[in-house]
């Protein structure tokens, strides 16, 4: 009901007022004056005042303006009587509705108030309108933002599928709107937390921990998981908004925050936090926005993961599936990829879990871990061979690389495994057949042949011209076949591992001269000419004697077998800076282009010139290409059809230090395969500056050679030895020797050199020695270490020497 | 003068018959036997100047009999034939005193020439 106050002094004017307005249906009070009247203004808060200018002491004028002090709204008439329109001027001015005079006419009185509650309406109604108008346009900018935040959100989905560049724009978004300092997110899964903040001021930085622990305590206490224990990865976008100008923030201390959760489906996957360093900072309204961002955060995110998740089960499922064992490690050594190929092979049982501690510790049994390190200090790919222990053991071929992502960052390494042990078994077999096979085809072949040889040499009695031709030619095939045999065996041997090289310092214009001189009968019979250009300064090679023989004279055989009549074949030896290039090459048929890759292939014949032609095994190149290979150096061919072929290789030059080393690094692998000792011996010429003063680097080279000849009669098992000519020393690796051994053998060298004569020049010297030693793993551990203690050795024995005399 | 004898082992019997003809060709008194048993019983028994072992045969082989025969002979000449020149088989001979190693099969080259150098070695000694 509308409520009217009336305050006027004169008693009867008051009373007739208020029967006249409670009968028009006014709720009405009364007052007798200014004071009394503001009183019950304060308690009843009544829509219309009517007030009498006229009072004594707080007159109309006064009354007004406190009512519109305390409610503007309110609207008060005056009544005036006798007073003047100066004072109804002064009311009107102070914002009274009107005025109206006495003696009052209650119908203008009537209108008077009407007018005044229309009035107080309408400014209630455009108030109200005012409002919504104000709400509207309000809520259109939350609308727009966001929205504006759900278009980058949408838009970081299919352009970056990337979370990171999710949650800035998301933070980016809200900073707009709202004033934090900083804003977190904390995202987790079953292996990690992720966490990236945004301070929004460089000074802000100091916070970084502290909302961290908050994050994380709070996502904890509300999923009840400990996320603590899993692998944490912390984010920190930069502050690229700068400081704030003109406020003023004590940034030491975080004052409020607020943690919204994201819920994807309806489970908890992380938070995002707002903090900041003023008091009460955020008000109802930014809350209801964070939620709101959240809400949509979650969506995108769970759209994100789907996204995610169906591009990795696709990979996921074909890992899965795959027949190679798949293993994947992170930076970290956390595992990534483990599928159940790999599971299986590396041992573990179906339903066995298998954390990354477990892993690493298995791969350490199986050196798996050495593979990887090796693969991440060189970062290429690494083959290499692990053995499973087991009833059978299993063999498995590493391929090991490092995976490296779209911003070229190593983000961790891979390993596929694939089981070789069949593939290894039949291997095996096979050579063990082709020795069996060609051990026991050589035996009837050698009688065969023997039977033949006999009658040819017509020791059981005469034979004809005609009979003598054609065992002849049996014979000749008799050794054809046998030749397939040998390379047989020989390409076997080599493919089983069991040819080692017995390097020696090696003189290669002088083996290049022996080995064309033995085939110089049969190039003769073609009237085939050689040229040699040799390369006299060229420094003996640690080569095999035997092996390199047979390569030069597998490649001047094939030369001569495919060059025509008055052909030439010229043999090179060139010395480049690190290796010796040596080639031959024919004025023969050539080979055709499109067999040229195929040459060093097994039981590839080269191409045949039609009709007669020796007939070639198949594998002469195949050996020649494996015997380089040991050697570390590389074959190549080159022709041109009806003009000739240039076959030519190279050999590494190696120095005896790094021979010695190696030797050294084989022995030492032995060792600890078969947990026996061995020993280095270091066999030193006494005096031998004057020696060699004496006799030249020649002499010595003649002496030292003498040496290991004597050294090679002694020992039972084969040795690695290596000469060093610049100092008069025979160095020794003696498997399967311990000290004791070794000192026997020192005995028993000591004796034959004091007593061979070596011959130089013609004269025969003397010469005396002295010995080093040092056992692996008693005495040292490492190569150096080896080498050191020998030395010390020596230098001591050479000290007691010379003081006894 | 009494021709030298030379006793040939080889568990092949088509090699011994043949090889026993060259020998015997050559003027040699040839004594064959299949095993490494019955050499160390003709080298006990019967004057024996030179032996002639196969490296390589079933049950007692080469180096085998060899050492048998060295614990009571250390003074005759020993040849050694065999199937496949293995290195270490050959440093491993030596040590007992082998003559010479002749591959019983080289293609291209043949045994008996080298037997008969390593015979007349054997014979000097």
């Not at chain 1, 082709?434 to 065969?448: D, G, K, Q």
């Not at chain 1, 031709?469 to 390409?491: E, G, K, V």
Request: charge should be positive; hydrophobic fraction near 40%; aromatic fraction near 6%.
């Amino acid at each position: 009901m509308t409520k009217v106050l009336v305050i006027d002094d004169e008693e009867i004017s008051r009373r007739m007022l208020k029967r006249l307005l409670t009968m028009a249906g006014y709720e009405t009070f009364v007052a007798d004056g200014g004071e009394a009247g503001l009183k019950i203004f304060k308690k009843e808060n009544p829509d219309i005042v009517l007030v009498d200018i006229e009072m004594p002491g707080m007159d109309g004028i006064e009354v007004l303006g406190e009512v519109k002090k305390i409610f503007a709204q309110t609207e008060v008439i005056v009544i005036t009587g006798h007073g003047g329109m100066e004072t109804v001027i002064e009311a009107l001015r102070k914002d009274a509705f009107d005025y109206i005079t006495k003696p009052i006419n209650y119908d203008e009185l009537k209108i008077t108030i009407k007018r005044a509650l229309e009035k107080q309406r309408l400014l209630i109604e455009n108030r109200r309108m005012h409002e919504e108008t104000v709400k509207q346009r309000d809520e259109l900018k939350k609308r727009i933002f966001e929205i504006d935040v759900l278009y980058n959100a949408s838009n970081a989905i299919s352009y970056t599928l990337d979370y990171q560049q999710l949650l800035k724009l998301i933070m980016e978004s809200l900073f707009k709107i709202v004033d934090y300092d900083i804003c977190a997110s904390l995202l987790f899964d079953a292996h990690a937390v992720n966490i990236t903040l945004k301070p929004v001021y460089a000074q802000s930085v100091g916070f970084v921990d502290k909302v961290k622990k908050s994050l994380i305590e709070s996502v904890s206490m509300l999923t009840g998981e400990n996320i603590r224990e899993k692998r944490m990865d912390a984010y920190l976008l930069p502050s690229d908004f700068g400081v704030k100008p003109k406020e003023e923030r004590q940034f030491d201390e975080l004052k409020s925050f607020f943690n919204v959760p994201f819920i994807v489906g309806s489970k908890t996957i992380g938070m995002i936090n707002v903090s900041s360093c003023k008091e009460n900072a955020f008000s109802e309204g930014d809350i209801k926005l964070i939620y709101t961002i959240a809400n949509q955060a979650s969506s995108s995110i769970e759209r994100l993961q789907e996204v995610i998740t169906a591009e990795k089960s696709k990979m996921e499922s074909m890992v899965e599936s795959m027949s190679e064992g798949v293993l994947m490690l992170d930076e970290r050594g956390d595992i990534v990829v483990l599928n159940p190929k790999a599971r299986e092979m590396l041992g573990f049982g179906g339903k066995e879990e298998v954390t990354s501690r477990v892993l690493n510790e298995k791969m350490k049994t199986v050196n798996l871990d050495k593979v990887l390190q090796e693969c991440q200090s060189k970062k290429h790919l690494i083959v290499k061979e692990i053995i499973i222990p087991g009833k059978i053991n299993i063999i498995l071929r590493c391929n090991t690389s490092l995976v490296i992502n779209a911003k070229k960052k190593t983000i961790g390494v891979v390993s596929v495994l694939r089981d070789i042990t069949k593939e290894k078994e039949v291997d095996r077999m096979k050579n063990e057949f082709v020795s069996t096979v060609s051990h026991e085809l050589r035996t009837p072949l050698a009688i065969t042949k023997e039977g033949i040889n006999l009658i040819l040499d017509e020791i059981p009695g005469k034979i004809n011209k005609k009979q003598d031709n054609i065992l002849t030619t049996a014979r000749d095939n008799i050794d054809r076949l046998a030749r397939i045999i040998n390379n047989l065996l020989d390409i076997s041997k080599i493919e089983a591992g069991e040819v080692t090289l017995n390097r020696n310092l090696v003189d290669i214009d002088a083996l290049v001269d022996k080995t064309i001189s033995s085939l110089k009968p049969q190039a003769d019979k073609k009237n085939i000419k050689f040229k040699v250009s040799y390369s006299p300064d060229l420094s003996d090679l640690y080569v095999d004697q035997d092996k390199v023989t047979q390569v030069f004279t597998n490649l001047i055989n094939n030369a001569i077998k495919f060059t025509i009549e008055k052909g030439r074949i010229s043999v090179t030896i060139k010395d480049k800076d690190k290796e010796v290039e040596c080639s031959v090459n024919d004025t023969g048929i050539g080979i055709p282009g499109d067999e040229l890759d195929k040459v060093f292939d097994k039981f590839h014949q080269l191409g045949r010139v039609s009709g007669a032609g020796e007939k070639g095994t198949g594998l002469g190149l195949a050996i020649t290409k494996k015997l380089i290979g040991l050697h570390n150096g590389r074959i190549w061919v080159e022709s041109e059809l009806d003009k000739g072929s240039k076959f030519t290789f190279t050999l590494p030059k190696i120095g005896t230090e790094i021979l010695l080393r190696e030797y050294l690094n084989n022995g030492m692998i032995q060792a600890k395969k078969q947990k026996i000792t061995m020993s280095l011996m270091i066999i030193s010429l006494t005096n031998f500056e004057q020696m060699k003063e004496k006799y030249k680097t020649k002499g010595i080279i003649k002496i030292l050679s003498q040496i290991r000849e004597i050294v090679t009669k002694i020992v039972f098992s084969p040795t690695n030895m290596v000469n060093t000519y610049h100092k008069g020393e025979t160095v020794l690796v003696l498997l399967k020797a311990r000290r004791r051994d070794t000192l026997a053998l020192e005995k028993k060298f000591k004796k034959a050199i004091n007593a061979h004569q070596f011959i130089i020049k013609g004269k025969s010297v003397k010469a005396g020695v002295n010995f080093g030693i040092a056992v692996y793993p008693e005495e040292a551990q490492t190569k150096d270490e080896l080498i050191k203690k020998a030395k010390v050795s020596l230098e001591e024995r050479e000290k007691m020497r010379n003081n006894n005399g | 003068m009494a021709k030298t004898r030379i006793l040939l082992v080889d568990d092949e019997k088509g090699f011994l018959d043949i090889m026993k003809q060259r020998i015997e060709f050559w003027g040699y008194e040839v004594i064959a036997v299949s095993n490494g048993k019955k050499a160390i019983n003709v080298v006990r028994k019967r004057k024996t100047d030179i032996v002639i072992l196969d490296y390589m045969m079933p049950g007692m082989d080469g180096v085998s009999t060899l050492k048998e025969i060295r614990k009571f002979n250390s003074h005759i000449s020993v040849i050694m034939f065999t199937a496949y020149i293995d290195e270490r088989a050959v440093i491993g001979a030596e040590k007992l005193g082998v003559i010479a190693f002749i591959p019983k099969f080289n293609a291209g080259s043949s045994a008996e020439s080298k037997l008969k150098t390593a015979l007349q070695m054997a014979e000097k000694k």
